[in-house]
């Protein structure tokens, strides 16, 4: 069983499109985490969820939307894409006090 | 904000110890350090972590220096699937508090 899973994997899209992408964790974690990774590797932490609640919001243009529906799922929704977006996006979660396990990525291409 | 400082690449004998060393001068008396890889684009890879005492696991060996303002990540006897970016990150125990990815080192395993 997958711990955290997203989907899709792949996205290409256009510009200006809206798009989401989904992330559920099975780990019974209070906190969930989106990361994004562009082209030069740097991983950058964009929203941290609590609870269902927002605790971090990291200078993310509010293009970018989470939804946490419930412990287990942080879904990302993305606004008018620009080609900047594209880029790697991770989820996460973990429990306050432990490590953080991290699915395996949705690669997002805006063209 | 990283916090942490790591050599960008390093190169290791297939079966020999990696030594990967990181600093983290300004960590506080209650940040515990962790240690990530992440190989290719798939989603970072918990390692180990501590806060004061060495530990070991399966995976490898965190080493942490008395004054808590360097470690050292052991892998015993590095392969070829261990070829990846290694990441080390200091965080506090509190609700939503993320993990804060450097630029890592990249290792390579060579033949």
Redesign the interface.
């Known amino acids: 069983d997958t711990a955290?899973s997203q989907t899709p994997k792949y996205l290409v899209t256009q510009m200006g499109n809206d798009k989401s992408i989904k992330c559920e964790q099975n780990l019974g974690h209070d906190?969930m985490?989106w990361?994004k990774?562009d082209s030069k590797?740097?991983?950058?932490?964009m929203f941290?969820?609590?609870n269902k609640e927002l605790?971090?919001n990291e200078t993310v243009p509010n293009r970018f939307s989470p939804k946490s529906p419930d412990k287990a799922h942080l879904n990302l929704h993305i606004n008018s894409l620009e080609l900047g977006d594209s880029a790697?996006y991770?989820c996460?979660s973990?429990r306050?006090?432990t490590?953080?396990?991290?699915?395996?990525?949705t690669?997002l291409t805006v063209v | 904000d990283a916090k942490t400082t790591q050599p960008p690449s390093m190169d290791c004998a297939e079966g020999r110890a990696a030594n990967l060393p990181c600093n983290h001068s300004t960590i506080s008396g209650n940040e515990y350090v962790y240690w990530y890889r992440q190989i290719h684009s798939q989603g970072p890879q918990y390692i180990i972590h501590g806060l004061k005492n060495n530990e070991t696991n399966e995976m490898a060996s965190l080493i942490i220096t008395e004054d808590r303002k360097s470690s050292t990540l052991i892998l015993p006897h590095a392969t070829l699937r261990d070829t990846a970016v290694y990441y080390c990150i200091v965080r506090v125990y509190n609700t939503g508090n993320q993990f804060y990815f450097g630029t890592g080192t990249s290792l390579t395993v060579i033949p």
């Open positions: 955290v906190t985490y990361y990774q590797k740097f991983l950058k932490i941290s969820y609590n605790i971090i790697v991770f996460a973990s306050v006090d490590e953080a396990f991290f699915g395996q990525g690669r």
